[in-house]
């Protein structure tokens, strides 16, 4: 029973735990590395051109998407052809503690915040640079969307007024138009 015991106890402390801890360099906070789901999407921006009604069929509308592109981040024109049935390249993976880790595709990268208001793929380590929280979830004709602020900067996902490079900004309120995202495509 003694023996028994003892080696329960050694295989418990040897095991995988079920619940990862990732050390941020920077805060030595813990924060979850457990994964609760994952979702491949398309990362849209309707604002810089949304004048308030629906984007079916409106010619003034324009969203874009999110892609990396010469390793630079950046929001792009979505291809006519494309609106409806697009490629989705990121997953959305939700962490246990309701954050949100962008993952590249094409390239198996995390949207990191290194600091200042650009943003870069870099590796997945999982830190408070490399993770999302939803603000202002909103339904607006039919689309979810949210405005995206990282854990680290506390600065907002945004979109210029034209396509090029993404950057990081002053989170507004919400209806900023230029922080409206969305997940289109889901695969």
Same mark, same amino acid.
């Given at each position: 029973?003694?023996?028994?015991?003892?080696?329960?106890?050694?295989?418990?402390?040897?095991?995988?735990?079920?619940?990862?801890?990732?050390?941020?360099?920077?805060?030595?906070?813990?924060?979850?590395?457990?994964?609760?789901?994952?979702?491949?999407?398309?990362?849209?921006?309707?604002?810089?051109?949304?004048?308030?009604?629906?984007?079916?069929?409106?010619? @003034?509308?324009?969203?874009?998407?999110?892609?990396?592109?010469?390793?630079?981040?950046?929001?792009?024109?979505?291809?006519?052809?494309?609106?409806?049935?697009?490629?989705?390249?990121?997953?959305?993976?939700?962490?246990?503690?309701?954050? @949100?880790?962008?993952?590249?595709?094409?390239?198996?990268?995390?949207?990191?915040?290194?600091?200042?208001?650009?943003? @870069?793929?870099?590796?997945?380590?999982?830190?408070?640079?490399?993770?999302?929280?939803?603000?202002?979830?909103?339904?607006?004709?039919?689309?979810?969307?949210?405005?995206?602020?990282?854990?680290?900067?506390?600065?907002?996902?945004?979109?210029?007024?034209?396509?090029?490079?993404?950057?990081?900004?002053?989170?507004?309120?919400?209806?900023?138009?230029?922080? @409206?995202?969305?997940?289109?495509?889901?695969?």
């Amino acid at each position: 029973m003694v023996l028994a015991g003892g080696a329960l106890g050694m295989y418990l402390g040897t095991s995988h735990a079920t619940h990862v801890v990732v050390r941020s360099h920077q805060h030595h906070r813990r924060v979850p590395a457990k994964v609760v789901s994952v979702q491949t999407i398309g990362i849209i921006d309707f604002g810089p051109f949304d004048d308030g009604d629906p984007w079916q069929g409106d010619t @003034e509308d324009h969203p874009m998407m999110l892609l990396s592109k010469d390793r630079v981040v950046q929001f792009a024109p979505i291809p006519p052809q494309e609106i409806s049935a697009g490629t989705p390249q990121w997953t959305a993976n939700q962490m246990t503690d309701g954050s @949100e880790i962008f993952i590249y595709v094409p390239t198996g990268q995390c949207l990191s915040a290194p600091g200042g208001a650009g943003l @870069e793929l870099s590796h997945c380590d999982l830190s408070r640079d490399q993770r999302w929280h939803r603000l202002n979830s909103r339904v607006l004709f039919g689309q979810a969307v949210a405005q995206y602020a990282n854990a680290k900067t506390g600065g907002c996902l945004t979109a210029m007024h034209h396509p090029g490079p993404a950057r990081l900004t002053r989170c507004g309120k919400a209806r900023t138009r230029t922080q @409206e995202i969305a997940f289109w495509w889901s695969a």
